[in-house]
């Protein structure tokens, strides 16, 4: 069955730095999002992107984040200078986007923890 | 600001009964209504999806709708010690696939041997 992967599954990196998280979409889906999770609170959408540009961003998304899409599979989240509160479960997500068929398929996700 | 808004519970059931998880939101114009289920630790993993008022029955999972009351329910029937995880509400303002979905805290479900 397709599913969304992401690496690493695990990122320790010291504040201020610069960290990439890597997701492959599923392969037929057209819509990409990143969301996050911290520790004990709920899921809370970052961005989407469609058509190799960002369609919808939250006030969480700021000028420290930005998203690629390199190339036909991969799709990437860079957080420029790493701060202690950017500790979290970040996710990427896809879907099909036509018709009903909106749902969105998570990866597994990358547990970033900023020391 | 868009609220989705659910129980945290956790809602205790034993092995075999029904589980009733209960969502409301706040954004009259949503269109897509999703429960995912979060084991402890890994990500959303979806199990239902509904678009118009009424049941959807998907085997031992039922999603219930109700746009004029901004409500929408999961039932489970015949619970399962697996079935312990804690239920997601998610809701999409529109149609549109490029569009957000707003997430609830989510009910911690703990159904008992």
């Known amino acids: 069955e397709p599913e969304v992967t992401q690496t690493p599954s695990h990122q320790v990196t010291q504040m201020g730095q610069e960290v990439i998280l890597r997701c492959v979409p599923i392969?037929?889906?057209?819509?990409f999002y990143w969301y996050r999770q911290i520790l004990g609170q709920k899921v809370e959408f970052l961005v989407s992107?469609?058509?190799?540009?960002?369609?919808?961003k939250s006030e969480i998304f700021d000028d420290q984040f930005s998203v690629e899409r390199p190339d036909g599979s991969n799709f990437t989240l860079k957080i420029r200078s790493t701060k202690l509160e950017d500790s979290a479960m970040y996710f990427c997500?896809?879907?099909?986007?036509?018709?009903?068929?909106?749902?969105?398929?998570f990866g597994q996700g990358t547990r970033l923890t900023v020391v | 600001q868009k609220e989705v808004e659910q129980n945290s519970g956790p809602l205790s059931v034993p092995e075999g009964a029904i589980a009733s998880l209960n969502c409301t939101y706040s954004?009259?114009?949503?269109?897509?209504f999703f429960w995912y289920r979060q084991y402890s630790g890994k990500s959303p993993e979806l199990i239902m999806s509904?678009?118009?008022?009424g049941d959807k029955e998907d085997g031992r999972f039922t999603a219930q709708l109700n746009k004029a009351s901004q409500y929408v329910s999961l039932l489970i029937r015949d619970s399962q010690p697996s079935d312990s995880a804690t239920y997601l509400c998610?809701?999409?303002?529109?149609?549109?696939?490029?569009?957000?979905?707003?997430f609830g805290t989510g009910t911690k479900l703990q159904v008992i041997p």
């Open positions: 997500a896809s879907s099909l986007g036509r018709g009903d068929s909106t749902e969105a398929f």
């Open positions: 392969s037929n889906h057209l819509y």
């Open positions: 992107f469609y058509n190799n540009e960002i369609s919808e």
């Open positions: 954004d009259r114009v949503s269109q897509s």
């Open positions: 509904i678009y118009s008022n």
């Open positions: 998610a809701v999409r303002a529109g149609s549109g696939g490029y569009q957000k979905v707003t």
